[in-house]
């Protein structure tokens, strides 16, 4: 079981910029990747970013150049900076760990509580 505490979600405009924040514990956080997730009303969840354990990173297509993921080891805590965001950004945002070997799927079948994104058109 890992525990996974998502935050800094928000209400913004289009165009707006909101940086979520995501903490587990140490012993998990800094041996492995890290990757956020979303899921819009009536849809599946699906990968947004991830980032490996030596910072390497990763975006899904619909967010590639607007959002960044970064990583604070010393905070064991992993952030997604989104920028120029849209009304399909929508979504409750999650975080997990994920598998070094293929960085959309999640280590462990437990979730956080999420933050809620809404971005106004």
């Known amino acids: 079981q890992v525990v996974l505490v998502e935050s800094g979600g928000g209400l913004v405009q289009a165009g707006g910029s909101l940086r979520l924040s995501c903490v587990t514990s140490?012993?998990?956080?800094?041996?492995?990747?890290m990757g956020w997730f979303r899921q819009a009303p009536g849809k599946q969840r699906e990968w947004v970013a991830a980032?490996?354990?030596?910072?390497?990173?990763n975006y899904a297509d619909a967010v590639k150049g607007r959002f960044t993921i970064t990583r604070d080891n010393g905070k064991n805590t992993v952030y997604l900076q989104m920028h120029s965001l849209k009304p399909e950004d929508t979504a409750v945002y999650y975080c997990n760990v994920v598998s070094r070997n293929d960085l959309m799927r999640t280590r462990y079948d437990s979730w956080g509580q999420g933050t809620q994104v809404t971005v106004s058109s």
């Open positions: 980032i490996t354990s030596g910072g390497a990173t």
């Open positions: 140490g012993s998990i956080f800094r041996i492995n990747a």
